[in-house]
């Protein structure tokens, strides 16, 4: 019964909290069989469907099955023509689960021929391409790393980078990031001189807690906190809320003996919400499973009742935001 089997995440066992409130899933990655962390359209549904009432999601590029030939700037539209076959399969089999509505897919952002790119994701997406997410992430510690970035450092500063990002504001798609909290500073500027693309700051800019960060939450907690606020002075911003359990996020759950209950999620990571809440807004917030990552430390039952318990002290309103409102606004879904 290892931490992430389905043993293991079974050992804690819940009621569904409220099995009304609508959910979209917002971010979540799929692989095929020999990549990534085992994760496909059975595995998906089984968790959208296990109680809460989620009616729809969005795929978050991840890096699987890129084209293994031809122009490199177009492989990895290989991986949106594998999420449309899966969203297909999905409907197919399971027509009474919550459809993949949205991709997020990736391409290179300081690529001289962009347009290119983005016409082919398009064309492969089956209507459902609704942003790019070229990461960020530059790990300084990347040994200390489940998932270390590699993206080169000062990404954010270069000028084709910076045409790139204001080009998907021109075509009507959202940027989506993810990188580390050292980070935030950088996607900040980037956002503010990209007025008119619409940004998604994933996982709160994943704090770290792994490495040079490990056991250092508070310290951690009272620099991003800072730059959170920087962030959310940005109009075009809108914040991922999750994403928070992943190894390097360093709560220590994907390695113990049992994973947390809802109760001892929500206080172990109810600050780090609440903060970004305050800062952003509700309307500029929306809850994300990161599934699979953060499966390794909790079931997805687990994982949404914990969310409801943190959302509980905010209007019925602000949570109909929260769970469902944002992410239908920003990725244009029709769910």
């Known amino acids: 019964m290892g931490p992430g089997s389905e043993e293991w995440l079974a050992s804690v066992d819940e009621p569904v909290l409220d099995p009304h409130r609508e959910i979209i899933d917002p971010h979540?990655?799929?692989?095929?069989?020999?990549?990534?962390?085992?994760?496909?359209?059975?595995?998906?549904?089984?968790?959208?469907?296990?109680?809460?009432?989620?009616?729809?999601?969005?795929?978050v590029q991840c890096g699987a099955a890129h084209r293994r030939g031809g122009p490199e700037e177009l492989r990895p539209v290989g991986e949106t023509e594998f999420?449309?076959?899966?969203?297909?399969?999905?409907?197919r089999r399971f027509p009474d689960a919550p459809p993949i509505a949205g991709i997020v897919?990736?391409?290179?952002?300081?690529?001289?021929?962009?347009?290119?790119?983005?016409?082919?994701h398009a064309d492969a997406s089956d209507g459902r391409l609704r942003g790019i997410r070229h990461a960020l992430a530059h790990s300084i510690e990347p040994e200390a790393h489940m998932i270390p970035g590699r993206s080169r450092a000062g990404l954010a500063a270069d000028d084709s980078f910076r045409v790139g990002v204001r080009r998907?504001?021109?075509?009507?798609?959202?940027?989506d990031s993810w990188h580390f909290h050292y980070q935030?500073?950088?996607?900040a500027e980037l956002a503010r001189d990209c007025p008119e693309t619409v940004f998604v700051l994933d996982h709160f800019g994943?704090?770290?807690?792994?490495?040079?960060?490990?056991?250092?939450h508070d310290e951690v907690f009272a620099e991003w906190a800072t730059t959170i606020e920087e962030i959310a002075r940005q109009p075009n911003v809108v914040a991922k809320l999750g994403g928070l359990a992943m190894p390097d996020n360093g709560f220590g759950w994907d390695t113990a003996s049992r994973p947390?209950?809802?109760?001892?999620?929500?206080?172990?990571?109810?600050?780090?919400?609440?903060?970004?809440?305050?800062?952003?807004?509700?309307?500029?917030?929306m809850f994300e499973s990161n599934f699979p990552v953060d499966r390794l430390s909790l079931s997805s039952r687990v994982l949404w009742n914990g969310l409801q318990k943190i959302a509980a002290s905010y209007t019925d309103a602000e949570q109909d935001q929260m769970f469902s409102g944002t992410a239908r606004r920003v990725y244009r879904l029709e769910v």
């Open 105 to 120: 897919a990736h391409a290179d952002l300081s690529g001289s021929d962009l347009d290119r790119v983005l016409d082919a």
């Open 83 to 91: 999420v449309a076959a899966a969203a297909q399969d999905l409907a």
């Open 168 to 175: 998907l504001g021109e075509r009507g798609l959202a940027y």
């Open 206 to 216: 994943t704090p770290l807690g792994v490495g040079q960060w490990a056991g250092r």
């Open 28 to 59: 979540h990655h799929l692989w095929p069989t020999g990549e990534g962390v085992p994760y496909d359209v059975d595995a998906l549904v089984a968790d959208t469907m296990g109680g809460h009432n989620v009616v729809a999601t969005v795929f």
């Open 260 to 285: 947390p209950t809802s109760d001892q999620f929500a206080a172990a990571q109810a600050r780090w919400y609440h903060h970004t809440i305050e800062a952003f807004g509700p309307e500029r917030c």
């Open 184 to 187: 935030n500073p950088e996607f």
